[in-house]
């Protein structure tokens, strides 16, 4: 049973950083490849990294590359998502989700977590 729990989130000023952290409560976290995505009020949840899962050629999108790295400690059963240089445009709910494949698509994703608020002012 995978079970998912995010934390880092919070308010930050325009040019700052937060990383965000997802803990698997479960035994099985090494079996899984581990996505972030976001979502905005009135947007459709999007994509923004995944990681294999012996961390080998993470997946960004293009716009976020560079300003975001996904990481994984297997020992630790989490997830990260450092963000820097953070913009207002940034600003979303992000979760993470557990998946069988690397896919930017969320119907590959089996398991979500409840999400984490992210907030950039500018």
């Known amino acids: 049973q995978v079970q998912l729990l995010e934390s880092g989130g919070g308010w930050v000023q325009a040019g700052g950083s937060l990383e965000l952290a997802c803990a698997d409560s479960?035994?099985?976290?090494?079996?899984?490849?581990m996505g972030w995505f976001r979502q905005a009020p009135g947007k459709e949840r999007e994509f923004v990294a995944s990681i294999s899962k012996s961390s080998g050629a993470p997946l960004y999108v293009d716009s976020m590359k560079g300003r975001f790295t996904i990481s994984r400690d297997n020992a630790k059963n989490t997830v990260y998502l450092q963000m820097n240089n953070l913009m207002p445009e940034d600003t979303a709910v992000y979760y993470c989700?557990?998946?069988?494949?690397?896919?930017?698509?969320?119907?590959?994703?089996?398991?979500w977590g409840q999400g984490t608020q992210v907030t950039v002012s500018s």
């Open positions: 989700a557990a998946g069988a494949v690397m896919s930017r698509l969320t119907r590959s994703y089996n398991y």
């Open positions: 479960g035994r099985t976290f090494g079996n899984y490849v």
